[in-house]
């Protein structure tokens, strides 16, 4: 474990990165950026090795471990940093930890009972429930759409999701810079209607999965893309 200001950090084969030490602030007021100068420029080397070294691990992959608070909020205050068109800022959070995860095994039972008919599997039924508590912490990720006086879409829907695809990106980018594992999962339980509902999600509303998160119980992963200029065209003339 490392420590920065009040906050312990797991290390996992790597140092976390001069983003994320700069970002643990211990007064916890929001962090406000005016313009690029010396000590907001984050080096190049360093955001490329935050970048490379995010991986996406699941369930099984996490250890039961608490994640402080204090690193959840990093996470969220680098996904709040994510651009926007016309500044709708769409992205909307709703975190489960701890005892709060009972809430969401209630969610994922409603699930459940939504898409069987009775007699249900007692042991099926468990499963769901169980799987709230399978990771420390779960982000439930959910889209709003920015309106005007009038009620109408400031921006096309697609432009709101990837928006807040933008987002979750730099909430994990963040979290792997800490030592964290995580994922987004974006389908079945995860976005089923009724777990939106239980979130109290509805249109123009939309639920996009959850991020789970938690501890490493392995070593971290490595990785590889295949080269990026076999998927670029250049256009000079």
Not at 12 to 21: A, D, E, K, Q, V
Not at 92 to 104: A, N, Q
Not at 113 to 122: N, T, V, W
Not at 198 to 213: C, I, N, Q, T, V
Request: net charge negative.
């Amino acid at each position: 474990m490392a420590k920065f200001g009040n906050v312990q950090v797991k290390k996992c084969g790597f140092s976390p990165s001069p983003l994320c030490l700069n970002a643990l602030i211990d007064d916890k007021k929001p962090i406000r950026i005016s313009g690029m100068n010396s000590t907001t420029t984050v080096g190049a080397e360093s955001l490329m090795a935050a970048i490379a070294q995010r991986r996406s691990m699941g369930l099984s992959r996490m250890s039961d471990a608490p994640v402080p608070q204090e690193l959840i909020e990093t996470m969220l205050e680098a996904a709040n940093w994510a651009p926007s068109h016309k500044d709708t800022e769409p992205w909307r959070f709703t975190i489960f930890s701890g005892e709060g995860r009972g809430h969401l095994a209630d969610f994922f039972e409603a699930a459940y009972r939504s898409d069987h008919a009775e007699p249900m599997d007692p042991v099926a039924l468990q499963g769901y429930r169980d799987r709230a508590f399978a990771a420390p912490v779960w982000i439930a990720i959910a889209m709003e759409p920015g309106r005007d006086s009038a009620g109408n879409p400031l921006v096309p829907e697609i432009e709101e999701v990837m928006a807040v695809s933008g987002a979750v990106l730099n909430l994990h980018l963040m979290a792997s810079s800490l030592g964290l594992a995580g994922m987004w999962h974006s389908k079945g339980v995860s976005v089923h209607p009724a777990v939106a509902a239980g979130l109290g999600l509805r249109e123009p509303r939309y639920l996009l999965g959850f991020f789970m998160l938690g501890w490493p119980n392995c070593e971290w992963m490595s990785g590889e893309r295949r080269p990026i200029m076999d998927k670029v065209r250049w256009v000079t003339e």
